[in-house]
């Protein structure tokens, strides 16, 4: 519960921050996404996920992620991760096409170990670059480190992804 409440609390910390340092008009885009998960309990597989990337201004943004993997474990036990998270990003050219960034956010993890679930509270960092065209698709590369307990940090797991992306992009 505790980290339910620091992870709310960060989110409409961020939020505000986003109102308050903005530019005249921000810039939501909504992505699609596969990646290469590597978790620290079993073999590589895939993850799924969705993001909405506010920007707010020509060099910050924040994201909201919903992820979804099935894999596994060294055990041979079912499992099912869903990390949902909220990440602050700084875009090291502004406003461009070619845009590299870092960032960090936190989230609540959601796991499935055969009939257990477990919910924890975590962080995680990221790194990427990506291209943009004007017919609202793209290029990109990113990796993230996530350490979903922060009473347990030895138990991070590494997320590549890239490819083509397509994405829903509006001024607000």
């Known amino acids: ?55 707010f201004s020509n060099f910050f943004s924040a994201a909201g992620n919903a992820e979804y993997a099935q894999y596994n474990n060294d055990d041979s036990e079912d499992v099912t991760y869903m990390p949902v998270t909220v990440d602050g ?19 609540l993890f959601l796991k499935t170990v055969g009939d257990e679930n477990e919910t924890t509270f975590g962080f995680e960092f990221l790194g990427g670059i990506s291209y943009h065209m004007e017919s609202g698709f793209g290029f990109s590369a990113e990796a993230k480190y996530a350490i979903p307990d922060v ?20 001024d607000l």
């Open 1 to 55: 519960m505790k980290g339910q409440r620091i992870f709310i609390f960060f989110t409409i910390l961020l939020l505000i921050g986003t109102t308050l340092y903005g530019k005249d008009k921000g810039h939501l885009s909504l992505k699609a996404k596969v990646s290469l998960y590597d978790p620290p309990d079993g073999g590589q597989t895939m993850i799924y996920g969705v993001t909405a990337d506010y920007r």
């Open 89 to 107: 990003k700084l875009h090291a050219l502004g406003d461009s096409s070619i845009d590299p960034y870092l960032g960090a956010g936190l989230g």
């Open 151 to 170: 009473s347990n940090p030895d138990e991070g797991g590494l997320t590549l992804g890239g490819g083509i992306e397509g994405s829903l992009e509006m």
